[in-house]
């Protein structure tokens, strides 16, 4: 990623250059960065002193700067915008970036496949092309657009306003609404990690309170936990684990993979992709939940993410009215990753996590949150994400 990066820099520096010598040859790199002594004042005026700095440099500021900030550069002067809306800077800032963010979402979630595209020639300029064929490739490579939606200082000023009939489906759904909630909750981070994230959930009730604990069942299915949210909502969560305990610790201590038990294997497709079947308890439980909590193992340097993109699917279409079901992954470490002892566990990006699992093809709404078992680090993000999915009103001090 590093070499990546500082071959990118170098790319977006040549362009500039070219791009300003081109368009501004007045505001050309100059060794000394004093104003010349017999510098005329309508030049002074007209040329500011970021303005003549070499384009190096100009680079190296704007990295410091916020999307914010980099968008009122751009409205400070004609060459500003110029300079501050240049395609390959924005791949830059994708590329460097994303793995830095905490939580995506279905609305907010970059195309990644833009940063595999081959790098335009530092000669080949836009308007050395067609007028044609500069449309289809802004269109097609609009990095600073696709940053901007997905950054989370600042995607909320591009989320689409909700139409009159989602506005009016969010009232049906909040006065029908059953009194409480329900999620299932599974995934190999409950289970891999050696802290286990539902224990910490039972004892944590200064983060998330529990309201009850699990006593009977309902219809055959064990009644879960349930837990209130900014003492206002309560919810409940029915907890799947693959395996029995013991099976679980074993094979967490081991570092080796079990055979799910809440599903039986029914051959591969002609990808060769594992085609699962959910037991009869999983698919009574998935009728009556009304969302899905999957907790990935963001530490895992796996690279077959198959197996789990297939049971995810194969749950949410369970689901009654499926495409509806709201789906949180909760990319899970054990620990902050500055207290962890073994420096070779790096978290998997967010961005990365909902790509293996596939999720931008899910008709569902998703949203993937990292998360940190030990202190529940970005857990509330996730739950209030999940409440409001599922047409509960939440009070604007929510998260």
């Known amino acids: 990623m590093t070499e990546k990066l500082q071959q990118l820099e170098s790319v977006v520096i040549r362009s500039l250059r070219l791009f300003r010598d081109r368009y501004f040859p007045y505001k050309a790199d100059k060794e000394d960065l004093q104003p010349a002594a017999d510098q005329g004042n309508e030049e002074k005026e007209e040329s500011?002193?970021?303005?003549?700095?070499?384009?190096?440099?100009?680079?190296?500021?704007?990295?410091?700067?916020?999307?914010?900030?980099?968008?009122?550069?751009?409205?400070?002067?004609?060459?500003?915008?110029?300079?501050?809306?240049?395609?390959?800077?924005?791949?830059?800032?994708?590329?460097?970036?994303?793995?830095?963010?905490?939580?995506?979402?279905h609305v907010t979630m970059p195309n990644l496949d833009m940063l595999d595209a081959p790098l335009i020639s530092v000669e080949e300029s836009l308007d050395d092309r067609e007028e044609g064929d500069e449309r289809e490739r802004e269109i097609k490579f609009d990095y600073m657009s696709e940053y901007l939606k997905g950054c989370p200082s600042c995607r909320q000023k591009w989320l689409p306003s909700r139409p009159a009939y989602a506005v009016m489906t969010s009232f049906l759904q909040y006065i029908v609404r059953p009194s409480e909630l329900r999620y299932a909750m599974f995934g190999p981070g409950m289970e891999q990690l050696d802290v286990s994230l539902v224990t910490r959930l039972m004892h944590a009730h200064d983060v998330l309170p529990v309201a009850t604990t699990p006593c009977r069942q309902t219809n055959g299915i064990g009644s879960g936990i349930s837990y209130m949210f900014k003492n206002q909502h309560k919810f409940n969560i029915l907890t799947l684990y693959s395996t029995n305990r013991a099976e679980r610790e074993r094979a967490r201590v081991e570092q080796q993979s079990t055979s799910s038990k809440l599903f039986t294997v029914e051959g591969t497709d002609d990808s060769g992709n594992p085609l699962y079947s959910p037991t009869p308890y999983v698919q009574k439980v998935c009728q009556v939940v009304d969302g899905f909590i999957y907790v990935a193992n963001a530490e895992s340097d796996r690279v077959d993410w198959k197996g789990e993109v297939s049971q995810i699917r194969v749950l949410l279409n369970c689901a009654a009215d499926s495409a509806s079901r709201p789906l949180l992954v909760l990319s899970c470490v054990a620990r902050e990753q500055s207290e962890t002892i073994n420096t070779t566990k790096r978290r998997t990006p967010?961005?990365?996590?909902?790509?293996?699992?596939?999720?931008?093809?899910?008709s569902n709404p998703w949203m993937v949150q990292d998360t940190v078992a030990e202190s529940l680090s970005g857990l509330l993000d996730g739950i209030s994400w999940l409440l409001r999915s599922s047409g509960v009103k939440l009070h604007d001090g929510s998260p």
């Not at 900030?69 to 994303?98: E, K, N, P």
């Not at 967010?350 to 899910?362: D, E, F, I, N, T």
């Open 48 to 105: 500011g002193f970021l303005e003549s700095l070499p384009v190096g440099v100009q680079f190296q500021i704007m990295t410091f700067l916020s999307p914010s900030d980099i968008c009122r550069l751009g409205a400070t002067s004609q060459y500003w915008r110029a300079m501050v809306r240049d395609s390959l800077l924005w791949r830059y800032f994708l590329l460097r970036d994303t793995p830095g963010w905490s939580s995506i979402d």
């Open 350 to 362: 967010c961005v990365s996590v909902a790509k293996r699992l596939g999720l931008p093809q899910l």
